[in-house]
């Protein structure tokens, strides 16, 4: 990715670092260029295919969880939105909590 390859992560199972600092950095460009109500109407659309990957995998199934045990999975296996938007919600709620200065 353009942006999340500034953080390496150590393996599959830290696979949000990458796409999930992506999918925040596209956030904050695009409430800078079109504003708020627009960030979140992108937010609510990838809060609704997180909620369809789940649906699909099973609320408790490991490839839910933001960092999955994969040892003996592939990786290609567990692939789906769940790292790239639980990745951005949990940053956007640090940001939330710690402001952006």
Request: proline share 4%; with cysteine.
């Amino acid at each position: 990715s353009w942006f999340g390859n500034l953080c390496t992560n150590r393996s599959w199972e830290c696979f949000w670092l990458n796409e999930g600092f992506t999918k925040f950095g596209e956030r904050r460009i695009m409430n800078n260029i079109h504003g708020p109500d627009y960030e979140q109407l992108l937010v609510r659309n990838d809060c609704l295919d997180l909620v369809q990957s789940v649906e699909l995998f099973g609320a408790g199934h490991e490839f839910t969880k933001l960092c999955p045990q994969l040892k003996g999975i592939d990786p290609d296996d567990a692939f789906s939105v769940v790292p790239y938007v639980k990745g951005e919600l949990l940053l956007l709620h640090l940001e939330n909590l710690v402001g952006q200065e």
